[in-house]
């Protein structure tokens, strides 16, 4: 069972920024943080996503978050977008993973992928048959 990841981040606070709003369709909030160096987020109590002060970043990080449905995927991408993310992949199927992976993927200002993923069938069934994105 994964218990937290940490990103290593340039500089904290347009991170924190980025992370505060992006995350927030998901119900991930920042709960903690270590000065000025480390923040932590997650559901209360548990923070499971951390950033933390590096002078060179990672490298190659992808990080995925449960979404409920595919509606939160989608407010995911567009706070992420607004928050200052760059689109690394629509929300949609990726039926080569399985079919119902609906997911959405943002490159973090850090340069970080992070995903937010759905696995359950859509509840709205104009958009089951909604192709999916590479």
């Known amino acids: 069972m994964l218990d937290h990841v940490t990103l290593a981040v340039r500089d904290v606070e347009r991170s924190k920024r980025f992370h505060d709003l992006a995350l927030r369709p998901l119900g991930i909030e920042r709960l903690y943080a270590e000065g000025q160096s480390f923040a932590g987020y997650g559901v209360r109590p548990k923070a499971f996503f951390w ?3 590096r002078d060179a970043p990672q490298t190659s990080v992808h990080v995925a978050f449960t979404a409920p449905d595919r509606a939160t995927v989608d ?4 706070a992420a977008l607004e928050a200052g993310g760059a689109d690394n992949g629509k929300p949609g199927l990726r039926p080569h993973c399985h079919r119902d992976y609906y997911g959405a993927f943002v490159l973090v200002p850090a340069g970080h992928n992070i995903e937010a993923v759905g696995h ?6 104009a958009r089951r048959e909604q192709p999916g994105a590479d």
């Not at 407010?75 to 567009?78: E, G």
């Not at 359950?120 to 069934?125: G, K």
């Open 51 to 53: 950033i933390g002060q």
């Open 75 to 78: 407010r995911f991408l567009h």
């Open 120 to 125: 359950a069938p859509d509840a709205d069934p």
